[in-house]
Structures are given as structure tokens and as C-alpha cells.
């Protein structure tokens, strides 16, 4: 069974980059696809829905990146100070929070600058 802080570590990192991308959707992310030679025309219907929300959007996704990079850090202290024969939780499943949360925060940054 999971932990209680394992299961907000996966609720702050997913609803984080689920609210970027969100935030993101309207303006960053079709021209970063673009950018990219992906097409983006599958977004216009996602726009219009997620457009007037753009600003609570962009305030969730950083206060759940923020809860979520402050139980990584303290998650990772808590690994330092683990005795070297005990199980202190998954250094993966650290790693994988740690790219949702750059993940997250690029999309955030996205929707900040191009929004």
C-alpha cells in the first residue's frame, strides 16, 4: 500500500502539470508544437473551454508545483538521513516526481510569457 505522502506527491505533481497545461493550452503550447512540426489543431478545441480560466489556472499549478518541489526536497532529506540497510522509498519514483515538477514548470513558464 502507498503512503500518504506518496499519494500527495502524485496529486500535487499531476494536478500541477495538468493545470500548466491548462494555463498553457491557449497559447504556449500550439506554438511550442508548431515550433516543434507537431500539429496543434487538436488544442483549438481545447482552448476555448480552458481560456477564461487561464489565470486560477496558472495560481493552482503553482501553488501544487511549489507543495510538490517542498515534499520532494523533504522527501530527499529524509532519504540522506535513512540508514544505509533500510528501504526509504523509491529513488525512481523520486526521480519521475522531479521531471513531472520541471515538466510542470516549463508549461507553467509557457503560459506565463506567451499568455
Do not use: E, K
Amino acid at each position: 500500500m502507498r503512503s500518504p505522502g506518496t499519494w500527495w506527491n502524485g496529486l500535487a505533481t499531476g494536478g500541477g502539470i495538468a493545470a500548466a497545461f491548462g494555463a498553457a493550452a491557449c497559447c504556449a503550447l500550439p506554438l511550442a508544437l508548431a515550433s516543434a512540426g507537431v500539429g496543434s489543431a487538436w488544442l483549438g478545441s481545447i482552448a476555448p473551454i480552458v481560456g477564461p480560466y487561464r489565470t486560477p489556472l496558472i495560481v493552482l499549478a503553482s501553488v501544487l508545483l511549489f507543495a510538490a518541489a517542498i515534499r520532494l526536497l523533504w522527501q530527499f532529506r529524509q532519504a540522506r538521513a535513512c540508514p544505509t540497510d533500510a528501504a526509504c522509498g523509491s529513488s525512481t519514483y523520486r526521480a519521475l516526481t522531479a521531471a513531472g515538477i520541471v515538466i510542470g514548470v516549463v508549461l507553467l513558464v509557457g503560459a506565463f510569457l506567451y499568455g
